[in-house]
Each structure stands twice: as structure tokens, then as C-alpha cells.
């Protein structure tokens, strides 16, 4: 389970126990520069090595796991399923090799706000409710403490290397303005695929989902209502179901 940039693996709990109560083996890891996961010594954060990454975590598994994975986790996904014969399914959470240039730019907008980090819990749950509208804002804070650290002068920041951030620019524009290199990557696709959409993303429309099946025709489809890009976090129960349907049918 590959978590969303600017996430940690704690962003799949919920889904873990769903699978692991199903006899599913559940592993959620931390992508490089996030978590507990070490920083690149370069401050270089890109498809390759994620990708890189998921292909040497996956092959270590005595049989090829089934790759979730959610934005960045999806897109390192994508590509490792499509250059290493390491997985055995794959399911895009909210990600398509085509992704609208507005919902992008709105989530680097929030990875860039409060670089100086937050005096509180409370505020940082003021700015994730800022940024996720259509949710109400929890009353318990206190599992934010997860995907925050605290710094020596008190402040919380999330638990993700500076550098991803500012390097991030160029990885979001290729993103947006370079699909052929994922649809490339989708089109060798030759496990059973799920893709998962948001009805309320603006990261991933429905022209999006659209390409995506004309070149993998053989992929399964979910679209969650009442939820965004965060399908997960949104509608953890729908998303949940949606993959267990998906597995149930395909192993």
C-alpha cells in the first residue's frame, strides 16, 4: 500500500484492517523522504526512484503483491507493474496517466502553506478542513500527531522532507504535461487492474478515466461518491468495499 505524497502509511489504516480481517496480508509502507522513511541524501524525489523504490519493496515478497496506491503511491505503482513483472494486480486510487492541471496546482498550494509549521493540532486540522471542503472538521484532533513532527522550536510540520516540496514543482508539471509517459506505462499493463476515483476530485475527471480504460480495457472501475481526491481518508468504507470487491473477483 504506496500512500499519496505528503501522506505516511498511517493514511491506509483503516484499509489495512478492512483486508486483514478479509486473510488479506496488509503492508503499508512510508515512501522515501515521508514518515519514517529516510530522506534521499540528494534531495531528489522524482518517478524514477519511487518507482525504483516499489520494484525493490515489491520483489522482496516471496510471491508478487497486489500494488494500492493513492497519487504519487499510484503513479510509482503504475510504472514499477509496468516495467517489473513484481505485482500481481494493481489498483490507481484517484490517479490516471491524465490528471486536470487546477486540482494539481491546488494540492501543491497546500503541501506549500505554512512552511513554517504550525503553533498546534488545532491549527493544522484548520488547514487540512480549508483544504478538503466537502469534509467537516473532527472534533479529535489528536490523530493528526501521526503525519506531523515536531520541531525543536515547538512547531509542527508535516512528516515529509523539505526538499520533496521544493523539488516537487517539476515533478507535478510532468505530471500534468507529460501523460504519454504513463499511458506508455498504463498500455503494458497485463494484471488485473482497479481504478478508483473520487466523484468529487478535481485531480482526476472523468475525460481522465475515460483514456485510461480505452487503453486498459481490461480494467475494473469504482467511482466513490462522496469523496475526493483523498478517496481513502473521504469514504474509507466505499473504498474499502470497492477493493475487496475487486479482489474477491480477481484472486
Known amino acids: 500500500m504506496l500512500h499519496g505524497g505528503g501522506q505516511t502509511r498511517h493514511s491506509w489504516a483503516g484499509t489495512a484492517q478492512t483486508l486483514a480481517a478479509e486473510g488479506w496480508h496488509a503492508v503499508s509502507i512510508d515512501l522515501r523522504g515521508h514518515g519514517e522513511s529516510d530522506w534521499s541524501p540528494d534531495g531528489v524525489y522524482g518517478f524514477r526512484p519511487f518507482a525504483d523504490d516499489t520494484i525493490a519493496v515489491a520483489a522482496s515478497f516471496q510471491e508478487p503483491p497486489v500494488l494500492i496506491g493513492a497519487s504519487l503511491g ?30 494539481v496546482e491546488r494540492i501543491m498550494d497546500f503541501m506549500n502553506h505554512k512552511p513554517e509549521g504550525f503553533e498546534s493540532l488545532e491549527e493544522a486540522a484548520d488547514a487540512i478542513a480549508a483544504y478538503r471542503r466537502h469534509r467537516s472538521r473532527p472534533r479529535d484532533v489528536s490523530g493528526l500527531a501521526k503525519n506531523l513532527r515536531r520541531g525543536e522550536d515547538g512547531r509542527y510540520r508535516w512528516h515529509w522532507d523539505p526538499a520533496f516540496i521544493r523539488g516537487n514543482g517539476s515533478l507535478s508539471r510532468s505530471v500534468v504535461e507529460e501523460p504519454d509517459l504513463l499511458l506508455t506505462a498504463a498500455a503494458k499493463l497485463d494484471v488485473p487492474v482497479l481504478l478508483v476515483r473520487g466523484r468529487e476530485s478535481d485531480v482526476v475527471s472523468e475525460r481522465g478515466v475515460d483514456e485510461f480504460t480505452r487503453v486498459v480495457p481490461h480494467a475494473k472501475y469504482a467511482d466513490v461518491s462522496g469523496a475526493g481526491h483523498m478517496v481513502a481518508g473521504d469514504r474509507n468504507d466505499a473504498f474499502s468495499d470497492a477493493v475487496l470487491d475487486f479482489l474477491r473477483e480477481a484472486y
Do not use: F, M
Not at 510509482?76 to 487546477?102: C, N, Q
Open 74 to 103: 499510484g503513479i510509482s505503482a503504475l510504472i514499477a507493474a509496468a516495467e517489473a513483472s513484481v505485482a500481481a494486480g494493481i489498483v490507481l486510487v484517484d490517479v490516471t496517466p491524465r490528471l486536470e492541471r487546477k486540482g
